[in-house]
Nanobody, 124 residues
Framework: QVQLVESGGRLVQAGGSLRLSCAAS????????MGWFRQAPGKEREFVAF????????HYADSVKGRFTISRDNAKNTVYLQMNSLKPEDTAVYYC?????????????????WGQGTQVTVSS
């Protein structure tokens, strides 16, 4: 089992940058692929980024490709989301999640463990 805690969300101006962190408990963290999702008010939770268990493969939603970077440090049991060139439409609660699949997964239902979320607000 994995417990996840996100941090780093805050209010930022459009064009700015943020780095979100997701700290995981448990010695099995490195066996899980990780994803970032986000949910804006009145909208469904949507996929943002995926990283394989060893960081060797990443995948992004088209809406964030070229602006966001997912990474992980298995020695620190932490996954990151570096967000650059932020836009007001990036405003959402951001969640990290863990899944046991080895290939890319973009559907929330395929992730077994979730954090509580961190709020990102981008002002125009």
């Amino acid at each position: 089992q994995v417990q996840l805690v996100e941090s780093g969300g805050r209010l930022v101006q459009a064009g700015g940058s943020l780095r979100l962190s997701c700290a995981a408990s448990g010695r099995t963290f490195r066996s899980y692929a990780m994803g970032w999702f986000r949910q804006a008010p009145g909208k469904e939770r949507e996929f943002v980024a995926f990283i394989s268990w060893n960081g060797g493969y990443t995948h992004y939603a088209d809406s964030v490709k070229g602006r966001f970077t997912i990474s992980r440090d298995n020695a620190k049991n932490t996954v990151y989301l570096q967000m650059n060139s932020l836009k007001p439409e990036d405003t959402a609660v951001y969640y990290c999640a863990a899944c046991s699949y080895s290939d890319v997964r973009t559907h929330a239902g395929e992730y077994a463990y979730w954090g509580q979320g961190t709020q990102v607000t981008v002002s125009s």
